[in-house]
């Protein structure tokens, strides 16, 4: 085997190398082959058809390789167009076929003449003895020669006076004379722009070929010259063309030559356009001067005039509509139209040059009806302007879009344009078109980007009121920034994380979706699909932008931070995107210079950032183990040793942005103690909170003097959040040091205590309390008070977390305690509420309460549900809950330092009835309560929860009062229905306070005064003056039998005794809410190691549903049904269900009777589906006695004529599909289990109303029409009006041939079911002799139902449905009847029937 060639060998050798290989004969590794020719087809190379080429190339051919390169993306074969069109045949001439269809130059111009310039003058310049040409100077041209244009400069006007006055000099030859005369002559032929104004849009074909009586436009050619061909053929050359043109447009009809021009004028260059017309203005303009001599003085302008020629134009063309514009917007301007008049003595403005000067005057008005020539450019414009290629163009088309994003969400488009912005934005994909500009290469389009993208997700506002609310009470715990669950995806999204909570394997489905899918309903996780971490972390890290893009790109990822907790943590599982924002953004030392006054900042790379510390912050609320991470593995606790040891003002970083960072510094140490952790640093930095609490009193001298000065309360604020979270931190050693010292080994691990005992924080009381006592001191001075409103809540808010958590010790005195509290009361808390401002505060609760302005929680004008925002953009107004003149913070605190006082020292609850006397809190309950709370939105969800907790303890004060203070008893009433409104009302993460409030005071008879004042007797009183459905209702007929008839005042009575039970009954139901109540116990009762996150649950609706008081029937309802929907038949039911059912009914009976507005808000048909579910649950369960007593008492309630007006059957009723399906499980479970019960044969009857849909009487006299069988409602005992049943008559003709049929067949009797028996008769007789104009089918089958009825057998049912007149109760049939027939129905029936009644018709005894 031969072997390859080795460097260093030389040509010789690979000469003898080939020389051994052809000797040797072997076989070559590569084939030599011939390469086909593709053009000759799959026919073969055609190599046997001609003889070979000497210089034929061989073409190497290797094995498995194709010949063709692959496609380098899938693409269907190509295919010629023009190979189907042309037909070849077989004994066609291939050359003589190519010249036909040759279609080259010379195939157009087969005779190309050389230009002639025989003739033509040439211009030599003047013969002078220097040796260069003279230079003239301006001035010595005479201004008085004045040139055609006025829109040349000054050099220009200049040279044309010079080559004038040359050529006035010079004799002229004969055709530049008559050149002359034609431009003097007709001044409108050579400016084209002042004639083309005047020329109409369109042009006829007399415009083009000349009219019949003109000559001149027909003999000379206006475009086409002949020029350069000789002085022999030109013309003639010039006449033929012009001929053949002639010949052309006379063979062509009106239509095709406006088809031509217009794509004439698509295809020619504007510029050529215009130098056409106007030579043929000249050449006309020539002519006529020679045809008609020289005009009379004075006509010139006027004859100029009508002898304009007309464009060759096409009207409505957008190459015309632009020349148009563009003449119009270059009108003269005078020095009247410039916002600056220009003055003479100003340099060389002696001579004004208004032309040059255009560009400063004011802008036209655009029009309305040309929008396309406006100014600016449509989202679509821009939008396809970000893909340009052009850097500048993509960056100015993400900035517009950024500012448009901006002024969409701050409303300035709602006025003007229809429609959300923002949402087209989204819909036609701008997330993702941002999205993809940050993958660009280029600086200026990634801050562009970052910009809009900021824009779109981020509210600065938002988070400067969230700032503002941290240090409020429960201030740190916020809902998540996720969007509410509505849409049919969202639901799907819950189903599938709550199958991850249960399989962690499992993966959520969203990760399945299209991103574009996701970002529809939830922007944030529609990004973080994107891999949109990573490249914001590209970006800080690689490109390292300018300072304005990291702040705009930090504020993007604390916004993506709030989303939730799973945001946070995929934000922590970004690699280096942590650990480069702490090395870059939070370093221990970096350059001093940044402080220097006028020192610009290129790159904040480097230097320390509040903005990145906030961020660190925010993700640490995410949970308990986030934060952890963040201490531990980031290296967080020395930097905030760093931050917070050394004061602001020696830290080299702009005053301003110094205090920033050391408040977030601190906000982020709360964080940590609000999980129990870095109490270690505590200790360390003891000294230096001391000294910080030490400057507080002296703060106060600061406010006039410093403009930091409300930075430097943010920071304090701070400062004490921090101390009453490890203030509750450190009450819980004791407790977990007891429990850690008696467990043994089997229980498993214990918590440690954490390394922060009560004795080194209980030192820190005294400073705080001497700062609270100097700054209550200023409540009479508005403004000063309205700066250190925010201090003094916190210092309310610690004193509060440490009397809790004080009285819990057990190293501490107890009579020390209870001394230290008495003297606060005395010396601090009573002085402060006997203030004159303090009533101004109370006063102000209403004006900024959101319950009661439910405007100030509407969402911004540009809301998006898949952004969620809490629309604070354009900031709240001052008299709003959260703005600057809202006493609710402050208020909420000091009811919560109130509250904990009185729980330790009982003594001290009498000292505080004059917080419930104030005038401003009692109007503000009063109007608060029976008003429909917001709708809830994220904006309306967080300025609630604060609303709330000050209700809260406005009842929990009340309760304490409610069994010590005598004169309690004239609030009570109120207070118990602002208790039951705040149950219905209470959002995600407050079920302690829901918990609290079914504990002690919602089902508490000190709340309930009606039950010993006399209130039973007075509802027995109220049914002796109503007496028509009460006591219709309370008859023996239906009451079980062998049962007492008891009276609505002795239910009352009884349920009023029993509200003890009633509470037990409803606290049980409840279990499914324990998990929740834990987890809210432990942040509201400060037990730190027990938080897991201080972000919310998600926000879907309140704790509690608004029908929860009939929440036992709806759960028994549900578990009958979920058993039999499973095949399960219940034969036996839990002991205890009649007592369930029965303290149900009672609670809702004493609710009706005595708090009937705190269940407005459930409308009726709700309340009476609710109350179905007693036949539903439980076979013969409504036969049971105080269920059926209690039963009937609520029937009568709900069959009042005002609530029966409101019953609405057709309207969507929460918790139920259709309110039709459940009725037919009432009759199902009628004609099963009801033995013919009165109350229940009401409950079917109820529905069966004329008003409501026909659908449910259908249901009953269609497939359900054993029911009438068992119907048997006396009418007398029938609490509903007849008429509600018979007005206005039956239209639908299938229940009227069922309501006849069932009579006649004998299914509907009297006997059986009076009342529907009335109802059917009613109906079936308007029916028969209605003789208003209907259908003919509807014709038809009255007048058959009238024979039929004519012709009946059955006299009695004959006479009723012929005689009937009007329903009656007190008839023992139900119906009045006719003596004699009216006459119009008699000559109708006659008519009907043809036949003469017997007995004139007169009325006999039917019996």
Same mark, same amino acid.
């Given at each position: 085997?031969?072997?390859?060639?080795?460097?260093?060998?030389?040509?010789?050798?690979?000469?003898?190398?080939?020389?051994?290989?052809?000797?040797?004969?072997?076989? *070559?590794?590569?084939?030599?082959?011939?390469?086909?020719?593709?053009?000759?087809?799959?026919?073969?190379?055609?190599?046997?058809?001609?003889?070979?080429?000497?210089?034929?190339?061989?073409?190497?051919?290797?094995?498995?390789?194709?010949?063709?390169?692959?496609?380098?993306? *899938?693409?269907?074969?190509?295919?010629?167009? /023009?190979?189907?069109?042309?037909?070849?045949?077989?004994?066609?001439?291939?050359?003589?076929?190519?010249?036909?269809?040759?279609?080259?130059?010379?195939?157009?111009?087969?005779?190309?003449?050389?230009?002639?310039? &025989?003739?033509?003058?040439?211009?030599?310049?003047?013969?002078?003895?220097?040796?260069?040409?003279?230079?003239?100077?301006?001035?010595?041209?005479?201004?008085?020669?004045?040139?055609?244009?006025?829109?040349?400069?000054?050099?220009?006007?200049?040279?044309?006076?010079?080559?004038?006055?040359?050529?006035?000099?010079?004799?002229?030859?004969?055709?530049?004379?008559?050149?002359?005369?034609?431009?003097?002559?007709?001044?409108?032929?050579?400016?084209?722009?002042?004639?083309?104004?005047?020329?109409?849009?369109?042009?006829?074909?007399?415009? #083009?070929?000349?009219?019949?009586?003109?000559?001149?436009?027909?003999?000379?050619?206006?475009?086409?010259?002949?020029?350069?061909?000789?002085? #022999?053929?030109?013309?003639?050359?010039?006449?033929?063309?012009?001929?053949?043109?002639? =010949?052309k447009l006379h063979s062509m009809t009106q239509a095709e030559i406006l088809q031509e021009q217009r794509r004439l004028l698509v295809q020619l260059d504007p510029s050529l356009v215009a130098f056409l017309k106007s030579r043929r203005g000249v050449d006309e303009g020539q002519e006529r001067w020679e045809k008609l001599g020289p005009p009379e003085p004075g006509t010139e302008s006027q004859q100029g005039a009508k002898e304009t020629v007309k464009d060759f134009s096409v009207g409505g063309s957008g190459m015309e509509e632009s020349v148009r514009t563009e003449k119009d917007t270059r009108m003269e301007i005078t020095e009247v139209d410039l916002p600056i008049k220009p003055q003479k003595e100003w340099i060389h403005m002696n001579n004004v040059e208004f032309e040059k000067l255009e560009w400063i005057k004011d802008l036209p008005h655009p029009r309305q009806k040309r929008t396309k020539k406006r100014a600016g450019y449509s989202l679509q414009e821009l939008f396809h302007l970000c893909r340009s290629q052009i850097i500048q163009q993509r960056t100015l088309a993400l900035q517009v879009l950024g500012h448009v994003v901006q002024k969409?969400?701050?409303?300035?488009?709602?006025?003007?344009?229809?429609?959300?912005?923002?949402?087209?934005?989204?819909?036609?994909?701008?997330?993702?078109?941002? +999205?993809?500009?940050?993958?660009?290469?280029?600086?200026?389009?990634?801050?562009?980007?970052?910009?809009?993208?900021?824009?779109?997700?981020?509210?600065?506002?938002?988070?400067?009121?969230?700032?503002?609310?941290?240090?409020?009470?429960?201030?740190?715990?916020?809902?998540?920034?996720?969007?509410?669950?509505?849409?049919?995806?969202?639901?799907?999204?819950?189903?599938?994380?709550?199958?991850?909570?249960?399989?962690?394997?499992?993966? @959520?489905?969203?990760?399945?979706?299209?991103?574009?899918?996701?970002?529809?309903?939830?922007?944030?996780?529609?990004?973080?699909?994107? =891999?949109?971490?990573?490249?914001?972390?590209?970006?800080?890290?690689?490109? +390292?932008?300018?300072?304005?893009?990291?702040?705009?790109?930090?504020?993007?990822?604390?916004?993506?931070?709030?989303?939730?907790?799973?945001?946070?943590?995929?934000?922590?599982?970004?690699?280096?995107?942590?650990?480069?924002?702490?090395?870059?953004?939070?370093?221990?030392?970096?350059?001093?210079?940044?402080?220097?006054?006028?020192?610009?900042?290129?790159?904040?790379?480097?230097?320390?950032?509040?903005?990145?510390?906030?961020?660190?912050?925010?993700?640490?609320?995410?949970?308990?183990?986030?934060?952890?991470?963040?201490?531990?593995?980031?290296?967080?606790?020395?930097?905030? @040793?760093?931050? !917070?040891?050394?004061?602001?003002?020696?830290?080299?970083?702009?005053?301003?942005?110094?205090?920033?960072?050391?408040?977030?510094? /601190?906000?982020?140490?709360?964080?940590?103690?609000?999980?129990?952790?870095?109490?270690?640093?505590?200790?360390?930095?003891? *000294?230096?909170? %001391?000294?910080?609490?030490?400057?507080?009193?002296?703060?106060?001298?600061?406010?006039?003097?410093?403009?930091?000065?409300?930075?430097?309360?943010?920071?304090?604020?701070?400062?004490?959040?921090?101390?009453?979270?490890?203030?509750?931190?450190?009450?819980?050693?004791?407790?977990?040091?007891?429990?850690?010292?008696?467990?043994?080994?089997?229980?498993?691990?214990?918590?440690?205590?954490?390394?922060?005992?009560?004795?080194?924080?209980?030192?820190?009381?005294?400073?705080?309390?001497?700062?609270?006592?100097?700054?209550?001191?200023?409540?009479?001075?508005?403004?000063?008070?309205?700066?250190?409103?925010?201090?003094?809540?916190?210092?309310? !808010?610690?004193?509060? %977390?440490?009397?809790? %958590?004080?009285?819990? =010790?057990?190293?501490?005195?107890?009579?020390?305690?209870?001394?230290?509290?008495?003297?606060?009361?005395?010396?601090?808390?009573?002085?402060?509420?006997?203030?004159?401002?303090?009533?101004?505060?109370?006063?102000?609760?209403?004006?900024?309460?959101?319950?009661?302005?439910?405007?100030?929680?509407?969402?911004?004008?540009?809301?998006?549900?898949?952004?969620?925002?809490?629309?604070?953009?354009?900031?709240?107004?001052?008299?709003?809950?959260?703005?600057?003149?809202?006493?609710?913070?402050?208020?909420?605190?000091?009811?919560?330092?109130?509250?904990?006082?009185?729980?330790?020292?009982?003594?001290?609850?009498?000292?505080?009835?004059?917080?419930?006397?104030?005038?401003?809190?009692?109007?503000?309950?009063?109007?608060?309560?029976?008003?429909? *709370?917001?709708?809830?939105?994220?904006?309306?969800?967080?300025?609630?929860?604060?609303?709330?907790?000050?209700?809260?303890?406005?009842?929990?004060?009340?309760?304490?009062?409610?069994?010590?203070?005598?004169?309690?008893?004239?609030?009570?009433?109120?207070?118990?229905?602002?208790?039951?409104?705040?149950?219905?009302?209470?959002?995600?993460?407050?079920?302690?306070?829901?918990?609290?409030?079914?504990?002690?005071?919602?089902?508490?008879?000190?709340?309930?005064?009606?039950?010993?004042?006399?209130?039973?007797?007075?509802?027995?009183?109220?049914?002796?003056?109503?007496?028509?459905?009460?006591?219709?209702?309370?008859?023996?007929?239906?009451?079980?039998?062998?049962?007492?008839?008891?009276?609505?005042?002795?239910?009352?009575?009884?349920?009023?005794?029993?509200?003890?039970?009633?509470?037990?009954?409803?606290? @049980?139901?409840?279990?499914?809410?324990?998990?929740?109540?834990?987890?809210?116990?432990?942040?509201?009762?400060?037990?730190?190691?027990?938080?897991?996150?201080?972000?919310?649950?998600?926000?879907?609706?309140?704790?509690?549903?608004?029908?929860?008081?009939?929440?036992?029937?709806?759960?028994?309802?549900?578990?009958?049904?979920?058993?039999?929907?499973?095949?399960?038949?219940?034969?036996?039911?839990?002991?205890?269900?009649?007592?369930?059912?029965?303290?149900?009914? =009672?609670?809702?009976?004493?609710?009706?009777?005595?708090?009937?507005?705190?269940?407005?808000?459930? &409308?009726?048909?709700?309340?009476?589906?609710?109350?179905?579910?007693?036949?539903?649950?439980?076979?013969?369960?409504?036969?049971?006695?105080?269920?059926?007593?209690?039963?009937?008492?609520?029937?009568?309630?709900?069959?009042?004529?005002?609530?029966?007006?409101?019953?609405?059957?057709?309207?969507?009723?929460?918790?139920?599909?259709?309110?039709?399906?459940?009725?037919?499980?009432?009759?199902?479970?009628?004609?099963?289990?009801?033995?013919?019960?009165?109350?229940?044969?009401?409950?079917?009857?109820?529905?069966?109303?004329?008003?409501?849909?026909?659908?449910? +009487?259908?249901?009953?006299?269609?497939?359900?029409?054993?029911?009438?069988?068992?119907?048997?409602?006396?009418?007398?005992?029938?609490?509903?009006?007849?008429?509600?049943?018979?007005?206005?008559?039956?239209?639908?003709?299938?229940?009227?041939?069922?309501?006849?049929?069932?009579?006649?067949?004998?299914?509907?009797?009297?006997?059986?079911?009076?009342?529907?028996?009335?109802?059917?008769?009613?109906?079936?007789?308007?029916?028969?002799?209605?003789?208003?104009?209907?259908?003919?089918?509807?014709?038809?089958?009255?007048?058959?139902?009238?024979?039929?009825?004519?012709?009946?057998?059955?006299?009695?049912?004959?006479?009723?449905?012929?005689?009937?007149?009007?329903?009656?109760?007190?008839?023992?049939?139900?119906?009045?009847?006719?003596?004699?027939?009216?006459?119009?129905?008699?000559?109708?029936?006659?008519?009907?029937?043809?036949?003469?009644?017997?007995?004139?018709?007169?009325?006999?005894?039917?019996?």
């Amino acid at each position: 085997m031969l072997s390859r060639p080795k460097p260093g060998e030389s040509e010789a050798d690979l000469l003898r190398f080939q020389n051994q290989f052809l000797a040797a004969r072997a076989s *070559p590794a590569v084939k030599v082959v011939k390469k086909a020719d593709k053009r000759r087809g799959a026919g073969g190379s055609g190599d046997e058809e001609r003889p070979p080429l000497q210089d034929s190339r061989d073409v190497v051919i290797l094995e498995d390789f194709p010949d063709v390169l692959p496609a380098l993306t *899938p693409a269907p074969p190509k295919k010629s167009k /023009f190979k189907n069109a042309c037909v070849c045949f077989d004994d066609e001439d291939p050359e003589e076929r190519l010249d036909c269809q040759d279609r080259h130059i010379t195939a157009v111009f087969s005779k190309i003449v050389e230009r002639d310039t &025989s003739t033509a003058a040439v211009t030599m310049p003047v013969p002078t003895g220097d040796p260069f040409p003279r230079a003239f100077h301006r001035s010595e041209i005479k201004n008085e020669v004045k040139v055609e244009s006025g829109r040349k400069s000054i050099f220009a006007q200049k040279i044309a006076a010079k080559r004038a006055a040359e050529e006035a000099v010079t004799a002229p030859s004969a055709v530049e004379t008559r050149h002359t005369h034609g431009r003097l002559a007709f001044p409108g032929a050579m400016c084209s722009p002042g004639s083309a104004e005047e020329e109409p849009l369109h042009s006829t074909k007399d415009d #083009l070929l000349g009219k019949p009586d003109d000559g001149v436009s027909t003999q000379r050619p206006h475009i086409i010259t002949g020029e350069g061909l000789g002085s #022999l053929e030109s013309e003639r050359e010039a006449l033929a063309i012009h001929e053949e043109n002639l =010949q052309k447009l006379h063979s062509m009809t009106q239509a095709e030559i406006l088809q031509e021009q217009r794509r004439l004028l698509v295809q020619l260059d504007p510029s050529l356009v215009a130098f056409l017309k106007s030579r043929r203005g000249v050449d006309e303009g020539q002519e006529r001067w020679e045809k008609l001599g020289p005009p009379e003085p004075g006509t010139e302008s006027q004859q100029g005039a009508k002898e304009t020629v007309k464009d060759f134009s096409v009207g409505g063309s957008g190459m015309e509509e632009s020349v148009r514009t563009e003449k119009d917007t270059r009108m003269e301007i005078t020095e009247v139209d410039l916002p600056i008049k220009p003055q003479k003595e100003w340099i060389h403005m002696n001579n004004v040059e208004f032309e040059k000067l255009e560009w400063i005057k004011d802008l036209p008005h655009p029009r309305q009806k040309r929008t396309k020539k406006r100014a600016g450019y449509s989202l679509q414009e821009l939008f396809h302007l970000c893909r340009s290629q052009i850097i500048q163009q993509r960056t100015l088309a993400l900035q517009v879009l950024g500012h448009v994003v901006q002024k969409a969400k701050a409303g300035e488009f709602a006025s003007s344009l229809k429609g959300s912005v923002l949402r087209l934005l989204l819909d036609a994909g701008f997330l993702f078109l941002l +999205r993809f500009s940050l993958d660009d290469t280029v600086d200026n389009v990634i801050a562009a980007s970052v910009r809009a993208l900021h824009a779109l997700l981020v509210s600065p506002e938002d988070e400067e009121y969230l700032d503002q609310t941290f240090s409020w009470y429960q201030g740190m715990a916020v809902f998540p920034f996720t969007p509410n669950s509505e849409e049919e995806e969202e639901e799907e999204e819950e189903e599938e994380l709550t199958l991850m909570e249960k399989t962690p394997g499992k993966k @959520s489905k969203d990760e399945n979706k299209p991103d574009p899918d996701v970002a529809r309903y939830d922007v944030i996780k529609g990004l973080l699909k994107t =891999q949109f971490l990573h490249r914001l972390r590209y970006i800080l890290e690689v490109l +390292r932008p300018v300072p304005a893009v990291v702040l705009d790109i930090l504020d993007i990822l604390t916004r993506v931070a709030r989303h939730s907790s799973e945001a946070c943590s995929q934000l922590l599982a970004c690699p280096r995107l942590i650990e480069t924002i702490v090395r870059e953004f939070l370093p221990i030392q970096w350059d001093p210079r940044v402080a220097e006054p006028g020192h610009l900042l290129t790159s904040l790379h480097g230097v320390a950032c509040a903005t990145a510390m906030k961020l660190i912050r925010v993700l640490a609320s995410g949970g308990r183990n986030a934060t952890a991470r963040l201490l531990n593995k980031f290296e967080l606790k020395s930097r905030l @040793s760093r931050f !917070i040891a050394e004061d602001p003002q020696d830290v080299p970083l702009r005053r301003e942005e110094a205090i920033r960072l050391s408040t977030e510094a /601190f906000r982020l140490w709360a964080v940590a103690a609000g999980y129990g952790q870095s109490c270690d640093l505590y200790r360390d930095l003891y *000294p230096v909170l %001391v000294k910080i609490l030490q400057s507080l009193p002296h703060l106060l001298s600061d406010c006039q003097e410093n403009p930091t000065f409300p930075l430097s309360i943010q920071r304090a604020t701070a400062v004490v959040t921090l101390l009453t979270h490890m203030t509750q931190t450190a009450g819980c050693t004791a407790e977990l040091q007891a429990r850690l010292s008696s467990s043994s080994p089997g229980d498993g691990e214990q918590i440690p205590p954490p390394p922060v005992t009560w004795n080194q924080v209980s030192g820190l009381r005294p400073f705080l309390e001497t700062s609270l006592r100097r700054s209550v001191q200023e409540i009479s001075r508005l403004e000063t008070w309205q700066a250190l409103q925010p201090l003094t809540t916190t210092y309310i !808010i610690y004193l509060g %977390v440490y009397y809790s %958590v004080c009285s819990q =010790q057990p190293s501490l005195n107890p009579i020390d305690c209870l001394e230290e509290v008495e003297r606060l009361t005395s010396e601090v808390l009573l002085p402060l509420l006997s203030q004159p401002a303090m009533h101004s505060m109370w006063d102000l609760l209403r004006p900024c309460s959101a319950l009661c302005n439910p405007l100030s929680c509407s969402p911004a004008p540009e809301f998006l549900p898949s952004i969620v925002s809490l629309s604070c953009t354009g900031r709240k107004p001052l008299m709003s809950l959260v703005g600057s003149k809202s006493p609710f913070p402050f208020l909420t605190a000091l009811l919560f330092l109130i509250n904990n006082v009185t729980h330790i020292h009982k003594g001290l609850v009498s000292k505080y009835t004059s917080v419930l006397d104030f005038k401003g809190l009692k109007d503000y309950l009063l109007q608060s309560w029976p008003t429909r *709370p917001p709708s809830i939105t994220p904006s309306s969800a967080w300025i609630l929860r604060h609303e709330y907790h000050l209700q809260y303890f406005v009842l929990a004060l009340a309760q304490k009062m409610a069994g010590t203070c005598p004169d309690y008893a004239q609030h009570a009433s109120l207070h118990h229905c602002v208790a039951m409104a705040l149950l219905s009302r209470l959002l995600p993460g407050s079920e302690h306070l829901a918990h609290e409030l079914l504990l002690g005071l919602a089902f508490n008879p000190e709340f309930i005064p009606e039950g010993k004042t006399g209130g039973p007797e007075a509802a027995d009183f109220s049914d002796i003056l109503h007496l028509d459905t009460s006591t219709k209702l309370a008859q023996p007929g239906l009451v079980a039998a062998g049962f007492p008839k008891p009276r609505r005042g002795v239910l009352l009575g009884e349920s009023y005794q029993h509200l003890a039970f009633i509470r037990a009954c409803y606290l @049980s139901l409840f279990v499914h809410l324990e998990p929740a109540v834990a987890r809210s116990q432990v942040a509201y009762q400060g037990r730190t190691y027990l938080v897991q996150s201080l972000l919310l649950p998600e926000v879907k609706g309140p704790i509690l549903p608004s029908d929860w008081p009939f929440f036992p029937l709806i759960s028994l309802y549900n578990k009958v049904s979920s058993a039999e929907t499973r095949g399960a038949v219940l034969n036996s039911l839990p002991p205890d269900l009649v007592n369930t059912v029965t303290r149900n009914l =009672q609670w809702v009976l004493l609710l009706e009777t005595w708090r009937a507005r705190v269940l407005q808000n459930i &409308s009726a048909a709700a309340k009476l589906a609710r109350l179905m579910c007693v036949f539903l649950t439980g076979g013969d369960l409504f036969r049971e006695g105080s269920v059926h007593c209690y039963t009937a008492a609520l029937l009568a309630l709900y069959c009042q004529p005002k609530v029966l007006d409101s019953l609405e059957l057709d309207a969507p009723l929460p918790g139920l599909a259709s309110f039709h399906d459940l009725y037919i499980s009432v009759l199902e479970q009628f004609e099963g289990v009801s033995f013919g019960d009165p109350l229940f044969g009401v409950f079917v009857l109820l529905p069966l109303q004329r008003r409501f849909s026909v659908q449910l +009487r259908l249901a009953v006299f269609g497939e359900h029409v054993s029911t009438l069988r068992a119907l048997g409602v006396p009418l007398k005992q029938f609490p509903v009006p007849l008429e509600r049943y018979t007005s206005p008559p039956e239209d639908n003709l299938n229940l009227l041939r069922q309501y006849f049929r069932t009579l006649v067949t004998g299914v509907l009797r009297h006997p059986w079911c009076p009342v529907l028996y009335a109802v059917a008769v009613a109906h079936v007789n308007s029916f028969i002799f209605s003789q208003d104009s209907t259908t003919q089918e509807a014709d038809t089958t009255r007048k058959s139902m009238l024979r039929k009825t004519w012709l009946m057998v059955d006299e009695v049912l004959k006479k009723h449905l012929l005689y009937y007149k009007v329903p009656n109760p007190e008839s023992p049939m139900g119906i009045d009847l006719y003596e004699q027939l009216p006459p119009i129905r008699l000559k109708y029936l006659q008519m009907v029937t043809k036949k003469e009644p017997k007995e004139n018709m007169q009325m006999s005894d039917p019996e």
